[in-house]
């Protein structure tokens, strides 16, 4: 993966973590260690994200874009799991190169984060905008109300967001030019009509109180996926790896042995 970093651990099956929108590889650090007891993990720094560079100026934002950069330097034989839009990449890649991928495990994941004429289970199309717009105007701010709702629902919701505001800030400044690709690309794609297609299994693993994906869109894909197994977690918001360590870690072994 020459144009992204990545880090490589462990030792056992290829399983590459892919993280979510305004987030970089490190989020998986409260995971990875007891991961790689049973996998060879590869850490993967979304383009844009961490301390992968952005695509050019002339790339079109678009998950088949991202994905192919994504794609280059995967394993031979890989299970891909990926949270968020990271679970967007690992279906486009199921898609494009079904020979390099094992198994799916899409973490909080949505065929389309928005509302359209036939979809319900999305964020409204003018709050996206908003938050586009925002984003331009002051990231930091914005990007602080984003991960207040990833912790919604939780528990413990104070020490959760300490958490990923640690994670999100750890690198320094965050590269504005791809926190600007990753949020055009979570507004245009809608992946309902292509899923069908995946041809791989799939486990779909959700929080009941999630309201960023919402549980309903998990729920759609369980039906229409060729192969899948759904687990929905109760008390859970957007970051099961995070409130929910143990059973997410469980669920990702478990799916390796079936």
């Known amino acids: 993966m020459s144009n992204i970093h990545v880090e490589t651990f462990g030792k056992g099956p290829d399983l590459v973590l892919l993280h979510g929108w305004a987030m970089h590889s490190g989020i998986w650090s409260s995971v990875q260690e007891r991961l790689a007891q049973y996998f060879r993990l590869h850490l993967v720094d979304l383009p844009g994200h961490g301390l992968s560079p952005a695509p050019s100026i002339n790339t079109l934002n ?20 990926g949270w968020s839009l990271g679970g967007q990449v690992a279906m486009e890649l199921a898609l494009c190169i079904p020979e390099k991928i094992k198994k799916l495990i ?8 928005i509302q359209r004429d ?16 925002n984003l331009k105007r ?45 949020i055009e690309i979570l507004f245009a794609s809608d992946m309902r009509k292509r899923i069908k297609d995946i041809n791989r299994p799939v486990m779909l693993l959700h929080g009941e109180n999630d309201v960023i994906a919402y549980p309903n869109a998990a729920r759609w894909m369980h039906e229409h996926l060729q192969s899948s197994k759904l687990i929905m977690l109760p008390h859970c918001g957007h970051a099961p790896f995070l409130s929910h360590a143990d059973q997410f870690i469980a669920n990702i072994i478990h799916t390796h042995n079936i």
Do not use: H
């Open 118 to 133: 036939d979809w319900k289970w999305g964020m409204e199309g003018d709050t996206l905008n908003l938050f586009i717009k």
């Open 138 to 182: 002051d990231y930091v701010s914005t990007l602080n109300r984003f991960l207040s709702l990833q912790v919604r629902g939780e528990a413990n919701t104070s020490e959760l967001l300490r958490q990923l505001r640690k994670s999100v800030f750890q690198e320094g400044k965050l590269n504005e030019a791809g926190l600007q690709m990753g």
């Open 62 to 81: 678009s998950l088949e874009n991202i994905s192919k950069i994504v794609k280059e330097g995967l394993p031979e034989s890989s299970i891909i799991c």
């Open 106 to 113: 899409l973490v909080s994941t949505t065929p389309s984060f």
